[in-house]
Structures are given as C-alpha cells and as structure tokens.
C-alpha cells in the first residue's frame, strides 16, 4: 500500500514537473519579423534570479559576425550573436511582463510582454507607453 501511494506521488510529481518546463518561455525561439514574415534569428530565453532574458544565438539572415551599428550604449558595435535584447521579464498571471525588448535595427527598446500561445509558440510585444500601441511578433520552439 506505502508503494502504492509513492508510485502515485512520484507520477504527480513528474507530471507536474513536465507541466512546468512547457508552459515556461525557456528554450532557443526562432524569431519572425513581422514584417515580412522571415525567419530573422534564434534566441535563448533564460532564467536568472528569477527574471527572464533573451539573448541572440544564430542568425539566419546576416553574417555570423555582423554587429550591432544602431545600438545604445555600451552595445554600439558589439557582435550580435551573444547580444541581451530582452530583459527583466517577471512572472504575471499566466505571462511575463515588465520587462524590455531592444530591436537591434534601429536600436529602440520597448517595454515587453511575452505569452506562450501553446508549448511550441511564443507571442512576444514590444510597446511604447501602454500594451495597445505595440506591435507583436510570434516566435517559434527551436526543436
């Protein structure tokens, strides 16, 4: 009987856990301009200190070793494979928010939301001032 009620914990357990790691923005996205509809780059979200970041892996578009002309800062002329373009996004209901997106094409950055329209699909908006006056990108799992 004991072994019966462990075996049932554990399977609750594991189902949870694998629950978990699907409805969690972490992994490698290719990113789809919304423009054209082109698969533009690969990012990996990640946690760190309970926020989430996203930082450019590959690109699809450009030569590995391109840099970013139009960033601010300290990210002016830096490569962009390695480069944070989404950061200090938290947990909100059922998405992540409160965070900030940098379009490496012309440099601006935007507050960010992020939601996972299903395990494999990810909706990323990028908005100035409030949610309504963005624009939203859809982000596929890299497999």
Known sequence: MKKSILLACAWTLMGWSVAAAQSSPVGVWKTIDDETGEPKSWVEIYEQNGKFYGKIVKLLQKPPDTVCDKCPGDKKGKPLIGMVILWDLRPYDDYWSYGQIMDPNNG????????????????VRGYIGISALGRTQTWHRVK
Do not use: A, G, M, Q
């Open 108 to 123: 601006k950055t935007y507050k960010c939301s992020i939601w996972l329209e299903d395990p494999d699909t990810l909706k």
